[in-house]
């Protein structure tokens, strides 16, 4: 740590100048993991509600409707499914339209047909679903929204495509903008590699300092970022409460785990630390290991 | 180390250097060096001479292996660093303290530190560095200068603290590019006084054009001229 902080006072502005390079990066791709991450926590709970809802015909047996209930149920695709019975049906009926008893007294639980609401595990799957009903018979009518379905696919992945080349992008530029940043602080330091590899120094003695040097900034930049972040997000916090009322939850799947991103909570801002904290060393180690490569030849 | 008879009596005389037909040619076709062979014992004291060109430097290069040469061999103590499977660099130059002309003192370190720094490398630990690096500044009577930066320092010390920098470590070869090229006469002298008193201890080798201290040692002396040894004398003097 003592070698650190000599090696900073020493060249006080490569290392600011690297540890703005750092900090920009790292605030503006925390600004994009985090609002990517809602992005699909959005997505992915919009993909929980397009659905088919198919109405059978008013004589069909309950054991037919179970039975097809229960063949969509084993094929993998769906998530849940809901029957409507009549009755049912005229429940949701009188409670949409408890205030008109002109429209309760004209329709009866006879003339309403059972239905089977149904939720694909992706959107993907719904114009099969309603294909394979469509095919079924006792069937009167299936519908869903092929448009917003549509729309949703396509959203779903420019947004996973977009992201992916805007990271490898922004990884590619804050690589090569901090190893020139690390090369003209270590181009001060030529002649002292030079002369270390001639003493007898190792490569990885040799680099050790400035890896050192650059995983040091890089956390304090990804910590300051995540500091300032907060702070950002604590004081727009009322405006996202109203953003996403209504929404009780919001997740993304992270290698077979189910993070909670909505309501914020604490697990998924450790989370977010931690990722900032190992992208900042990640990318200033290799910056750094990049840079002292190019001495090391001696 | 080779071992060898010597010619005179029964003494067993280790050779530590050896070149055999070296010729180094660079890319653009000029020579440094034509088919040299010569040996160095052991703590031997040699000096190198001969005209700017000569192929001084790239002997010394040769020797830390700062460069290859384009054909013949050469050992230093037990590594043949011509073999094309040779990987020990950095156990090689372990061996070797260098002096160069301009110090190549590191000016954000202070005088114990650039010292130290030749202790570090070889992982030594932190205390014994302390006692060795005082013990080096006490032969280049540097011991009152330690936390003094470089800025600071005549050219006479600065190269007083490369020779610290370069025994400190126990190598047991010392070799030295124009060690006095840019130094006075008076301080000159004050540096070769230094040599002299790690005569016998280490193996050293000094490329030097500086005819008054050469012929004033009394030691072995290789001549170059063209990138050839043009003579090996066991003790004295030159004239260029």
Redesign the interface.
């Known amino acids: 740590m003592k070698d650190i902080w000599t090696s900073i006072r020493?060249t006080p502005y490569q290392s600011f100048s690297a540890f703005l390079i750092l900090f920009f990066t790292l605030f503006l791709t925390l600004i994009l993991f985090v609002s990517l991450t809602f992005l699909y926590g959005t997505l992915n709970y919009l993909e929980t509600k397009p659905q088919v809802t198919v109405y059978f015909q008013n004589k069909t047996p309950e054991n037919n409707i179970f039975k097809v209930r229960d063949e969509l149920m084993g094929s993998g695709k769906v998530s849940n499914i809901k029957y409507i019975s009549k009755n049912d049906a005229y429940n949701i009926y009188k409670q949409l339209n408890k205030d008109n008893p002109l429209l309760l007294e004209m329709v009866s639980a006879d003339i309403l047909p059972p239905s089977l609401e149904i939720y694909a595990k992706k959107p993907i799957y719904l114009p099969e679903i309603a294909e394979y009903l469509k095919k079924q018979g006792d069937i009167d009518e299936v519908q869903y929204e092929k448009d917003i379905i549509d729309k949703l696919l396509v959203l779903t992945n420019t947004t996973r495509m977009a992201a992916l080349i805007f990271f490898s992008y922004l990884i590619l530029m804050s690589i090569v903008v901090l190893t020139t940043m690390i090369l003209f602080k270590i181009a001060l330091k030529e002649?002292?590699i030079i002369?270390?590899?001639?003493?007898?120094?190792?490569n990885f003695?040799i680099r050790k300092p400035y890896i050192m040097e650059s995983l040091f900034l890089g956390i304090t930049a990804s910590t300051l970022s995540f500091g300032i972040f907060s702070l950002i997000v604590l004081y727009f916090n009322p405006f996202l409460q109203s953003y996403f009322k209504g929404i009780t939850d919001l997740s993304v799947d992270v290698f077979n785990y189910n993070l909670t991103i909505w309501p914020l909570n604490y697990i998924f801002f450790s989370i977010i630390f931690v990722s900032i904290s190992l992208f900042g060393a990640v990318i200033s180690s290799v910056a750094s290991y990049i840079a002292t490569n190019k001495y090391l030849r001696? | 180390m080779v071992n060898g008879c010597g010619t005179g009596g029964n003494r067993k005389i280790i050779t530590m250097i050896t070149f055999d037909k070296v010729t180094k040619k660079f890319p653009l076709g000029n020579t440094a060096l034509s088919d040299v062979s010569f040996e160095i014992d052991d703590k031997q004291f040699v000096f190198l001479v001969g005209q700017s060109g000569a192929g001084k430097t790239s002997i010394l290069k040769m020797i830390t292996q700062e460069i290859v040469p384009t054909s013949g061999s050469i050992i230093v103590d037990d590594f043949d660093i011509t073999d094309k499977n040779f990987s020990q660099k950095i156990d090689l130059r372990r061996k070797i303290g260098i002096i160069f002309q301009d110090f190549k003192v590191l000016s954000d370190k202070n005088v114990f530190e650039n010292v130290a720094v030749s202790l570090k490398v070889l992982g030594i630990d932190h205390s014994e560095i302390k006692n060795k690096v005082n013990k080096a500044l006490d032969l280049v009577a540097l011991s009152k200068k330690e936390m003094v930066f470089p800025v600071q320092l005549s050219a006479g010390e600065l190269q007083r603290v490369a020779i610290a920098r370069a025994i400190v470590g126990d190598r047991d070869i010392i070799i030295a590019d124009e060690p006095t090229g840019n130094l006075d006469p008076k301080t000159s002298w004050d540096i070769m006084k230094i040599f002299k008193k790690l005569e016998g201890k280490k193996t050293i080798i000094i490329a030097t054009h500086n005819t008054d201290i050469v012929n004033s040692f009394q030691k072995r002396v290789l001549v170059l001229q063209e990138g050839k040894i043009i003579k090996d004398q066991r003790k004295g003097g030159y004239e260029l």
């Open positions: 020493r002649s002292e002369l270390l590899k001639l003493i007898g120094a190792t003695y001696v």
